[in-house]
């Protein structure tokens, strides 16, 4: 028996009934873990917040068991998934990851603001973010095409050259919005009437007679412009809040660009031809 034991062949069965041994017991101590799920304190209590947050009360015994459940079954549909390796290449599993990166990048304090020179000094090198735009005031008298498109514009030529009344409101057709528009900016003129409209108003020279026809996206106009304000850049003392809130926002978004571009630094990017 002793000159079997020293055998070396015997030594590398022992060895391999060992190494076999310890690793079902291993692979059962695996499938033990994989299979209990452990719902802590900390965890329930993290569910009872979210549910008194989003239902504006306190949860019951019977919320609390629902919400255990619930939670429960989330667990085990997600480590099945896991196993069947369905995780492996979803698009919106990827997209909610990387959504989730990006919240835990932006999650950081907003940086101090710059001593009051500093930010004076980058507001004169931003005037385009602070600027003002033109703005214009006009009324207006519009000419349905309706029954009558061959001939709308010639209808309102003719309305300018007579002359337009006093009570010009009653002339021409109703608009939905409305006569009169005060301090429109471009962009707001191009929303409400069409980009031909919005530019053709603001190239109007400043006078105080009806000009037209100019055509928007729902007929025919005869114009009067009441007030032009021209673009100007405000005083920064009058708009420091703003300056300081635009400010943080541009520091912000350029510390999470260099916060990503140091995550994408540690990574090798190869692409296959």
Sequence with gaps: MKR?????????????????AGHSLWQRHVQKADHTLIVSAAEMERQA???????????????????LFAYVEE????????RLGLDSDDTIIRRRLAQKMRFMI????????????????WFAENPDKFTRPETRSF??????????????VQVATDALAA??????????DAFMTGRTFTRQAQDSVRRDFGTAFAEKLFDLPETDDWQGPINSAFGV????????????????????PEVERVWLDAAKREENAQALKSLMRK?????EE
């Design 139 to 152: 009324e207006h008298i519009y000419f349905s095409p309706r029954d009558r498109s061959d001939t709308v």
């Design 106 to 121: 932006d999650d950081v304090g907003a940086p101090p603001l710059p001593p009051v020179d500093n930010l004076k000094a």
């Design 4 to 20: 079997l034991l020293r055998e070396p062949f015997v030594h590398f069965v022992l060895l391999g009934a060992l190494l076999f």
């Design 163 to 172: 002359g337009i009344p006093t009570d010009w409101e009653t002339q021409g």
């Design 75 to 82: 667990q085990v549909l997600m480590r099945e998934a896991r």
């Design 267 to 271: 990574y090798k990017v190869e692409v």
């Design 49 to 67: 917040q979210i549910f008194a947050t989003e239902n504006r009360r306190q949860p019951t015994d019977a919320d609390l068991e629902a919400l």
């Design 221 to 240: 106009h005869l114009v009067r412009l009441t007030n032009i304000t021209p673009e100007r850049l405000p005083d920064f003392q009058a708009i420091r």
